[in-house]
């Protein structure tokens, strides 16, 4: 099949990991007689830099034009200024917003040669296998008003967590069709007991249920969420949430993985287009040494293979290799190793074992 695919390396270890993963994508082309052309595009703190904006229009429509996106990083300390008005993070909430990607999926599932790089004990690591759908484009995010004013007390600053019944609803749904690929259970995450934009999802999310007779729907309070993904994460399968409340747990779930380096992610909307990216931050503690895991972005890239391209077997292919690569120990610096792989070696440990 012929496909483009808009690449946006971004800042920091960005550049180092979208190489590795191209050319894993090149090489899974090769094997199948794909054809996928690559673009590269501007975005966070490099478009700031280049062009005044983190997200130029020239980046947004190379990705609208494109089949998929695949994204390394922004950010970075020389972007960090609280005063400045345009941030690298701006970048990657206007690209998710204007292309109606409302859904990030997370998966986790820590591979076994990985359980002791996690802080937990290994029995609480065994058997993990979940993934995380955390609404995108609504929420604490973007909801209005928001913004500082000043007061005779001093300054005043508000965000807005707002859902609609829409938005909440199609999420909720894609977390049913995903258990029933899966193990059948959805755990609807809110602050129900507080919030009544929480009451809401919670409504929608038992009317949504109804349509899924075979999937079991089970509510849990985010705190005592981010509890149980530490003590019984076993336990979940497709776990739905808003905006902010996924931000943090997933964070929270990388932990169970052993590296944040080795997590992908995918976001979605209502077309094929989709944005995939590790959900590592630019790292640039580490930037421009050849030593950051690819591992994370090869993923992201079998990901879109997945949902953007319905490739399955070849997104499958990409993670065999990786599972196959992490079992004879072939790993980076992050992942504790004794005589660590570069990013690049890493890369083509991986496209060695493609089969
Ligand atoms: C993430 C990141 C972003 C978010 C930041 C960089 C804006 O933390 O993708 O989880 O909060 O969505
Ligand atoms: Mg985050």
């Not at 969420?225 to 739905?240: E, G, K, P, Y």
């Amino acid at each position: 099949m012929k496909a483009s695919i808009a690449l946006t390396p971004g800042d920091g270890i960005g550049p180092e990991v979208v190489q590795e993963a191209r050319l894993v994508l090149e090489a899974v082309a090769q094997r199948h007689g794909h054809e996928f052309k690559f673009s590269e595009h501007l975005l966070g703190g490099c478009a700031i830099d280049a062009r005044g904006t983190a997200l130029p229009d020239e980046t947004l429509a190379a990705a609208r034009a494109a089949d998929a996106v695949l994204l390394g990083a922004v950010g970075g300390p020389k972007w960090d200024d609280p005063q400045a008005k345009v941030r690298p993070e701006q970048g990657l909430l206007a690209i998710r917003q204007a292309l109606g990607l409302y859904a990030n999926v997370r998966p986790v599932r820590p591979h076994p040669a990985l359980a002791r790089l996690s802080p937990l004990k290994p029995e609480r690591v065994a058997g993990v296998d979940f993934v995380v759908i955390r609404e995108l484009t609504g929420g604490l995010y973007f909801g209005t008003p928001k913004g500082r004013t000043m007061t005779p007390e001093g300054e005043r600053a508000v965000d807005t967590l707002v859902y609609t019944e829409g938005e909440i609803r199609r999420i909720v749904k894609l977390a049913f069709q995903m258990a029933q690929q899966r193990r059948q259970l959805v755990t609807s995450v809110d602050k129900a007991n507080v919030l009544e934009s929480s009451r809401l999802w919670r409504k929608v999310a038992i009317e949504i249920g109804k349509l899924f007779p075979d999937v079991k729907l089970e509510h849990q309070l985010v705190d005592s969420c981010a509890m149980r993904l530490i003590t019984h994460a076993a336990h979940f399968d497709v776990i739905v949430t808003e905006n902010m409340f996924g931000d943090i747990l997933t964070d929270e779930a990388a932990v169970l993985a052993g590296s944040l380096g080795v997590l992908p992610s995918a976001s979605l909307g209502g077309s094929r287009l989709g944005l995939y990216e590790p959900i590592h931050g630019s790292a640039p503690d580490i930037a421009g040494r050849g030593s950051a895991n690819p591992v994370g972005t090869i993923l992201s890239a079998a990901m879109l293979l997945r949902h953007s391209l319905g490739l399955e077997k070849e997104a499958r292919e990409i993670e065999g290799a990786v599972n196959l690569a992490l079992e004879e120990g072939k790993h980076t610096a992050d992942l504790d190793a004794k005589n660590p792989l570069s990013t690049a070696q890493m890369g083509e440990a991986v496209r060695e074992r493609l089969a």
